[in-house]
């Protein structure tokens, strides 16, 4: 794992985006084609912000992305497939589109994601650190058994209340109880991964992340360390513990 400390949230977001558009173009121009997983939440805005600007080919790049609550509709401002569509998507126009659907038939979607997503191997993965340690919506336990591409989970009382405090619900009672997500087995096939961690409430997460090596279920993100290129961008705050 390589960790790169930036003094401010913009600074990291600014050199998050340089690495993800790098191996972006990199993967183009050896490739024809790029495929990459997008992450959501407000962990992600100062990466995107900067990503969308980014001299890339987007009409040459496949999108899917990390997690979407079950049975919540797209209308809603904590949606992800909402969140993706405005600051990425009405943005750039990848050529190709993959978002979680978590209404309706939600294992036949899953099987259809899961094909699509094992066709080719994805050359770059954005992800964030929960507070609770999650990568995606895989909270403590995470299952590092399965090799499925994407489970329904059931979200904990911490993943919940982060939602909450970043003001994508009112209250926990109106967060779902469940969420389609991809799994960290199939976070750790991306060829690359991006792991952007801002903010003081990050801290405590980072610290344990980086202090578990030994590929800890109850600290999800310390799966990170079994893969062989990723890259941890962190700013003063979240760093503050390490």
Not at 10 to 26: N, P, S, T, Y
Request: net charge negative.
């Amino acid at each position: 794992m390589e960790i790169y400390k930036k003094r401010t949230e913009e600074e990291m977001g600014v050199c998050a985006a340089d690495l993800g558009a790098q191996a972006i173009l990199q993967a183009i121009k050896k490739n024809g084609s790029a495929r990459i997983i997008l992450a959501t939440g407000a962990s992600q805005f100062a990466m995107l912000e900067q990503l969308v600007k980014k001299e890339i080919p987007w009409n040459h790049v496949e999108m899917y992305h990390l997690d979407e609550y079950c049975d919540l509709p797209i209308t809603h401002k904590a949606s992800f497939r909402k969140y993706l569509k405005e600051r990425f998507i009405d943005i750039v126009h990848p050529a190709k589109i993959h978002l979680i659907d978590g209404e309706g038939d939600v294992e036949s979607h899953i099987l259809n994601l899961t094909g699509s997503i094992r066709s080719r191997p994805i050359d770059v993965a954005f992800i964030g650190i929960g507070e609770n340690g999650h990568i995606a919506f895989n909270d403590p336990p995470a299952d590092f058994e399965t090799h499925a591409a994407y489970i329904v989970v059931n979200l904990d009382q911490d993943c919940k209340n982060q939602q909450v405090s970043e003001g994508w619900f009112p209250s926990i009672k109106e967060v779902p109880d469940k969420a389609i997500s991809m799994t960290v087995h199939q976070i750790l096939e991306a060829k690359k991964i991006i792991c952007t961690v801002p903010g003081a409430r990050k801290a405590k997460a980072i610290q344990a992340t980086l202090m578990s090596k030994n590929n800890d279920p109850m600290i999800p993100a310390s799966a990170l360390w079994n893969h062989a290129d990723c890259a941890l961008v962190l700013d003063e705050e979240s760093a503050a513990l390490i």
